[in-house]
Protein backbone atom coordinates (compact mmCIF):
# COMPACT_ATOMS: atom_id res chain seq x y z
CA UNK A 1 0.00 0.00 0.00
CA UNK A 2 1.09 3.50 -0.67
CA UNK A 3 1.90 5.47 2.09
CA UNK A 4 3.42 8.86 1.27
CA UNK A 5 4.27 10.68 -2.10
CA UNK A 6 7.32 13.43 -2.27
CA UNK A 7 8.98 15.19 -4.66
CA UNK A 8 12.35 16.79 -4.00
CA UNK A 9 14.62 18.45 -7.07
CA UNK A 10 17.05 16.32 -8.83
CA UNK A 11 20.70 15.79 -7.62
CA UNK A 12 23.29 16.10 -9.67
CA UNK A 13 26.68 15.11 -9.60
CA UNK A 14 28.33 18.51 -9.19
CA UNK A 15 27.73 21.66 -7.52
CA UNK A 16 25.50 22.76 -5.82
CA UNK A 17 24.00 19.67 -6.42
CA UNK A 18 20.39 19.95 -6.82
CA UNK A 19 18.61 21.22 -9.46
CA UNK A 20 15.05 22.32 -9.18
CA UNK A 21 14.21 22.54 -12.85
CA UNK A 22 14.03 18.87 -12.96
CA UNK A 23 11.93 17.26 -9.82
CA UNK A 24 11.85 13.58 -8.76
CA UNK A 25 8.94 11.40 -7.24
CA UNK A 26 9.76 9.60 -4.44
CA UNK A 27 6.89 6.91 -3.51
CA UNK A 28 7.14 5.32 -0.28
CA UNK A 29 5.27 1.51 0.45
CA UNK A 30 3.89 -0.41 3.54
CA UNK A 31 4.79 -3.68 1.37
CA UNK A 32 6.16 -4.25 -2.12
CA UNK A 33 4.24 -2.57 -4.88
CA UNK A 34 3.54 -4.49 -8.16
CA UNK A 35 5.19 -2.18 -10.64
CA UNK A 36 7.53 -2.29 -13.25
CA UNK A 37 10.93 0.05 -13.32
CA UNK A 38 13.43 0.16 -16.12
CA UNK A 39 14.86 -3.01 -17.83
CA UNK A 40 12.93 -5.22 -14.90
CA UNK A 41 11.00 -8.19 -16.32
CA UNK A 42 8.92 -9.07 -13.51
CA UNK A 43 6.18 -6.47 -11.96
CA UNK A 44 7.21 -7.13 -7.96
CA UNK A 45 9.47 -4.15 -6.34
CA UNK A 46 11.31 -6.41 -3.17
CA UNK A 47 12.97 -3.31 -1.80
CA UNK A 48 13.05 -0.32 -4.03
CA UNK A 49 13.58 1.01 -7.84
CA UNK A 50 14.08 3.47 -9.85
CA UNK A 51 11.98 4.46 -12.77
CA UNK A 52 14.79 6.73 -14.58
CA UNK A 53 12.58 7.64 -17.61
CA UNK A 54 9.89 9.50 -15.35
CA UNK A 55 11.67 10.05 -12.53
CA UNK A 56 10.07 7.99 -9.99
CA UNK A 57 11.57 6.22 -7.23
CA UNK A 58 10.04 3.02 -5.17
CA UNK A 59 11.09 2.18 -1.99
CA UNK A 60 9.79 0.13 1.03
CA UNK A 61 9.95 1.68 4.16
CA UNK A 62 12.23 -0.96 5.75
CA UNK A 63 15.29 2.11 7.40
CA UNK A 64 17.07 -1.29 8.44
CA UNK A 65 17.74 -2.90 5.13
CA UNK A 66 20.88 -1.81 3.44
CA UNK A 67 22.75 -2.51 0.13
CA UNK A 68 26.33 -4.61 0.16
CA UNK A 69 27.85 -1.06 0.28
CA UNK A 70 25.72 0.05 3.79
CA UNK A 71 23.48 2.54 1.85
CA UNK A 72 19.63 2.53 2.97
CA UNK A 73 17.38 1.45 -0.09
CA UNK A 74 16.37 4.83 -0.84
CA UNK A 75 20.40 6.21 -0.68
CA UNK A 76 21.12 3.41 -3.27
CA UNK A 77 18.26 4.39 -5.62
CA UNK A 78 19.01 7.80 -5.51
CA UNK A 79 22.39 6.84 -6.93
CA UNK A 80 20.98 5.11 -9.86
CA UNK A 81 18.85 8.70 -10.13
CA UNK A 82 21.86 10.39 -9.97
CA UNK A 83 23.82 8.79 -12.08
CA UNK A 84 21.11 7.71 -14.81
CA UNK A 85 22.12 4.27 -14.83
CA UNK A 86 21.00 0.48 -13.54
CA UNK A 87 24.67 0.16 -11.85
CA UNK A 88 26.81 2.06 -9.49
Not at 6 to 32: F, H, N
Request: proline letters at 5%; a negative charge; glycine letters at 4%.
Amino acid sequence: MLLEIMTICSLISVAPYYDCSDKWEIRLYDEPPAIQCNNLDNFYVKLGCANINRGIIHVIDFPEHRDQLGQTILQHELKHMICQCNFH
